[in-house]
């Protein structure tokens, strides 16, 4: 006898679609030069494949590209993954090629690591990066 299934994953499963509308991880640059977003810009978002990485971790196969983009007009990336409802729990990078966007600049790229745990897995990760020639920040956005 098949094991019955909960309300959620019957309307889930018939709808066949996510609830959601954007996928779970996003990004925008912002030039804080200029003061705007920063077009024309290659990003990219891999995870981590294989045990916890740590910072002295050096085998750089265990890297797995999800998606890459170029920055629009508004400094915001296309998708870099799948819209779905749950993310797998896991270390991801998104990676900027800040270096062909100012080749004048200190940085050729910028990588930024995080971590999303299972307690996290529906939630959403925005991962700006304000860029400067010789500086850089980034936060958890909304």
């Excluded at 019955?4 to 679609?17: D, F, Q, Y």
């Excluded at 804080?32 to 995870?47: F, I, N, R």
């Excluded at 090629?97 to 930024?112: A, D, K, L, R």
Aim: charged content about 20%; some cysteine; overall charge neutral.
């Amino acid at each position: 006898m098949a094991a019955s299934k909960l309300p959620s994953e019957k309307t889930r499963e018939t709808a066949g679609r996510t609830q959601r509308t954007r996928p779970p991880i996003t990004t925008h640059v912002l030039d804080v030069t200029h003061g705007s977003p920063a077009p024309g810009l290659e990003v990219c978002l891999e995870m981590w494949r294989g045990g916890p990485p740590t910072f002295s971790s050096r085998d750089l196969r265990c890297w797995s590209l999800l998606g890459s983009s170029v920055t629009n007009s508004d400094g915001r990336s296309g998708h870099l993954m799948e819209i779905t409802d749950e993310i797998e729990p896991g270390f991801y990078r998104i990676s900027f090629n800040t270096g062909s966007y100012n080749s004048s600049g200190f940085f050729p790229y910028v990588s930024i690591v995080f971590e999303i745990k299972e307690s996290q897995k529906s939630e959403h990760f925005h991962v700006p990066l304000l860029l400067s020639p010789f500086s850089f920040s980034t936060y958890r956005g909304s």
